[in-house]
């Protein structure tokens, strides 16, 4: 039997938040070191205050040099590549080949319904790739004379045929990325330029992959439910329900009962229980792994978090792009930030604190707050509207 504050600090451990950030130089193998810790750090295009991907690191490590992880991702054989995880996601390159026996996106590969024209494409874009590494969908297209998307009625998906082609050759990592462009579109490169490897696919190891899979996500995150470690990677619940109680029962992994989380929790063997985490005031992007399992926050920390993004702005409670604020080893509160480049201003245009926790956190917020804007370059910090 395990506590709900002993189950907490597990998990912020297992993710990286639990160190105070102060002094650390921050070298480009901690930088990997903290990635592969946490597996994934997931993209989207979203840049109201800085890209998704950029943000987990700054609160797992303080300010940091962009530019670098920008270098380690566009650099082949790299330990960190983009693939598909919880969502499109930088991962540990070795992550790659299991995690392609076990997604299941097939809306986004599109290869088994290709025309004769869109299958010849395919080949034509390998072709290309393996002469100009490091290319966009746009710079194929242009390169190949292939005609823009017929219709523009979608706002986010008027793809052209060299972008399905593309999408579905990154589904089945037939081709990898060397990052991303200034205009946030992937890089595309063959697979094995990538990872300067040949990538193999088990097909009849499946299992075991997918014993890997489990075991990262659980690492990942310290102590989970079998929905957690399922959706970490976005994995079938049923095959993680039942690979971890026949884990459990066979002392691979240790099986737990938090009692505010009313389903059994596992942990990996050895596990320690952290004495204390450091009350390090950290703003958790909305795209955090920390937060990805909302259910999860609810349950292990009494917290309750919704990205409000699509919901109209009339019925938003908190903000648009707003970060939960972690303080030690609670959630204490929310903040609608927005980094105003025009005007050079980290703005916090709403803050939340939890009942209680105004008092004891607001100067540490104030604090962070100035952190980041200084890591994001800007001049100054403004809050409220």
Do not use: C
């Given at each position: 039997m395990l506590s709900q504050k002993q189950a907490r600090r597990i998990a912020l451990a297992a993710q990286g938040l639990?160190?105070?950030?102060?002094?650390?130089?921050?070298?480009?193998r901690k930088m990997i070191?903290?990635?592969?810790?946490?597996?994934?750090?997931?993209?989207?295009?979203?840049?109201?205050?800085?890209?998704?991907?950029?943000?987990?690191?700054?609160?797992?490590?303080?300010?940091?040099?962009?530019?670098?992880?920008?270098?380690?991702?566009?650099?082949?054989?790299?330990?960190?590549?983009?693939?598909?995880?919880?969502?499109?996601?930088?991962?540990?390159?070795?992550?790659?080949?299991?995690?392609?026996?076990?997604?299941?996106?097939?809306?986004?590969?599109?290869?088994?319904?290709?025309?004769?024209?869109?299958?010849?494409?395919?080949?034509?874009v390998i072709e290309y790739l393996a002469a100009n590494p490091g290319s966009s969908a746009r710079e194929i297209s242009s390169a190949l004379d292939v005609a823009p998307a017929a219709s523009k009625e979608h706002w986010g998906w008027n793809w052209n045929d060299t972008k399905y082609v593309t999408e579905s050759l990154f589904a089945r990592a037939k081709i990898l990325t060397l990052g991303r462009n200034s205009q946030f579109e992937r890089r595309y490169a063959l697979a094995h330029h990538v990872l300067k490897k040949p990538l193999e696919i088990d097909e009849l190891h499946r299992n075991a992959a997918l014993e890997r899979l489990v075991a990262r996500s659980l690492e990942a995150q310290g102590i989970a439910t079998a929905h957690c470690v399922a959706e970490y990677f976005r994995l079938p619940i049923r095959d993680v329900k039942a690979l971890l109680a026949q884990q459990a029962a066979a002392g691979v992994v240790e099986q737990v009962q938090v009692p505010e989380v009313n389903e059994p929790a596992y942990l990996p063997l050895g596990t320690k229980i952290p004495r204390k985490i450091e009350p390090d005031l950290r703003l958790i992007s909305p795209f955090d792994s920390m937060v990805f399992n909302r259910k999860r926050l609810e349950r292990f920390f009494n917290f309750e978090y919704r990205i409000e993004i699509y919901v109209p702005e009339p019925k938003r409670r908190y903000g648009y792009y707003v970060f939960p604020m972690l303080f030690g080893d609670e959630f204490v509160g929310r903040v609608d930030l927005k980094a105003d480049r025009s005007r050079s201003v980290l703005h916090a245009k709403s803050v939340h604190f939890e009942a209680g926790w105004e008092s004891q956190a607001q100067q540490p917020l104030l604090a962070e707050l100035e952190r980041m804007a200084q890591w994001l370059r800007l001049d100054s910090v403004r809050v409220g509207l």
């Open positions: 639990s160190r105070s950030r102060a002094g650390q130089a921050v070298t480009a070191s903290a990635v592969q810790s946490i597996s994934q750090l997931q993209v989207d295009s979203v840049n109201v205050v800085r890209r998704a991907h950029y943000m987990p690191l700054f609160a797992r490590l303080g300010a940091y040099d962009i530019e670098a992880l920008d270098t380690i991702l566009a650099t082949p054989g790299s330990p960190l590549t983009e693939y598909w995880a919880h969502e499109a996601s930088v991962v540990s390159a070795e992550l790659v080949p299991d995690l392609l026996l076990w997604q299941r996106r097939t809306w986004i590969d599109k290869s088994d319904r290709f025309t004769d024209e869109q299958q010849e494409l395919s080949h034509r």
